[in-house]
């Protein structure tokens, strides 16, 4: 069992909008950074956005600056990933990480990352 909860996902229209959710409720304190990255099939997994638990500043890769926000839960140890005018590019399984070390020392770095959760699938077609 993944050690972090993501749940969400689901099949939207291009343009349409979702709400990811990580629970890391499991854990005191699951790490510095946390993100949110992405795997098509076929492709590499690569991050989305990032955010550092600490200073609060935000990371996001080019392709979804302002469309997406990362932000920190209503409850303790939960993350959000708002994902707003989804499109056809985004579908992909996402995935929820958590990183003992602080964004700033590479937050879109997979190896930085020592707990994951079990992905949970966007799709986004007509």
């Known amino acids: 069992q993944a050690p972090l909860v993501d749940s969400g996902g689901g099949s939207v229209q291009p343009g349409g909008s979702l709400k990811l959710t990580c629970d890391a409720s499991a854990f005191t304190y699951p790490g510095h950074c946390m993100g949110w990255f992405r795997q098509a099939p076929g492709k590499e997994r690569e991050a989305v956005a990032g955010i550092d638990k600490v200073s609060g500043r935000t990371y996001y890769i080019d392709s979804v600056k302002g469309r997406f926000s990362i932000s920190p839960g209503d409850t303790k140890n939960t993350l959000y990933l708002q994902m707003n005018s989804l499109k056809p590019e985004d579908t992909a399984m996402y995935y929820c990480?958590?990183?003992?070390?602080?964004?700033?020392?590479?937050?879109?770095?997979?190896?930085?990352?020592?707990?994951w959760g079990q992905g949970t699938q966007v799709t986004v077609s007509s």
């Open positions: 990480a958590a990183s003992n070390r602080y964004c700033s020392d590479g937050w879109d770095r997979i190896s930085a990352y020592n707990l």
